[in-house]
T-cell receptor, first 115, second 113 residues
Framework: DTEVTQTPKHLVMGMTNKKSLKCEQH?????MYWYKQKAKKPPELMFV???????INESVPSRFSPECPNSSLLNLHLHALQPEDSALYLC??????????????FGSGTQLSVL | AQSVTQLGSHVSVSEGALVLLRCNYS??????LFWYVQYPNQGLQLLLK??????LVKGINGFEAEFKKSETSFHLTKPSAHMSDAAEYFC???????????FGQGTELSVKP
């Protein structure tokens, strides 16, 4: 199984809602990532977890709250988002968080619309 | 700081023609370089990567790239385009922090029948 599975595929939420994005992998990878991709733009790193511990937080606003409950799961909790947060949210994993040459496996993403 | 520049936001080729997607990088240290492909409504998939060693890197789906230090380039080529190659292609360089990739702006490849 070389898949990274993200749910839901699409999400529409209001600015006062609380929702969560989920990501799952069963490749035994110990590093997991959240990337954000605006339309027609490249992905931008948000968070990195290594061995279930937060390793990198790219100064993401606190309305985005990541969680890694175990080595297979990664969540992104959303609260009080703004319309400009509408984007494709991509989860990825790699065997380990190495020195930068690791191969990332990406999920298909959650397309988020904030109204 | 590391960066990449992809020349051409859109490239169009005929089926069977050579594909050439250009990428130039800037890095203060020997770089790790990657090409990823993104099909519509999909995540990214690694085509190939350069770490050290052989400068000609072969990837999946018939793609290859050559690392040229003197030109700070890592262009992606495929001898014969197929309709299924139509997608967005991203060149990326590692920031030095594990998992943090610096992506270029992307090149959309169209393949005409």
């Amino acid at each position: 199984d070389t898949e990274v599975t993200q749910t839901p595929k699409h999400l529409v939420m209001g600015m006062t809602n609380k929702k969560s994005l989920k990501c799952e992998q069963h490749m035994g990878h110990r590093a997991m990532y959240w990337y954000k991709q605006k339309a027609k733009k490249p992905p931008e790193l948000m968070f990195v977890y290594s061995y279930e511990k937060l390793s990198i937080n790219e100064s993401v606003p606190s309305r985005f709250s990541p969680e890694c409950p175990n080595s297979s799961l990664l969540n992104l909790h959303l609260h009080a988002l703004q319309p400009e947060d509408s984007a494709l949210y991509l989860c990825a994993s790699s065997q380990e968080q190495g020195d930068g040459n690791e191969k990332l496996f990406f999920g298909s993403g959650t397309q988020l619309s904030v109204l | 700081a590391q960066s990449v520049t992809q020349l051409g936001s859109h490239v169009s080729v005929s089926e069977g023609a050579l594909v050439l997607l250009r990428c130039n990088y800037s890095s203060s240290v020997p770089p790790y370089l990657f090409w990823y492909v993104q099909y519509p409504n999909q995540g990214l998939q690694l085509l190939l990567k350069y770490t050290t060693g052989a400068t000609l890197v072969k990837g999946i789906n018939g793609f290859e790239a050559e690392f040229k230090k003197s030109e700070t380039s890592f262009h992606l080529t495929k001898p014969s385009a197929h309709m299924s190659d139509a997608a967005e292609y991203f060149c990326a360089v590692s920031s030095g922090q594990g998992g943090k990739l610096i992506f270029g702006q992307g090149t959309e490849l169209s393949v005409k029948p």
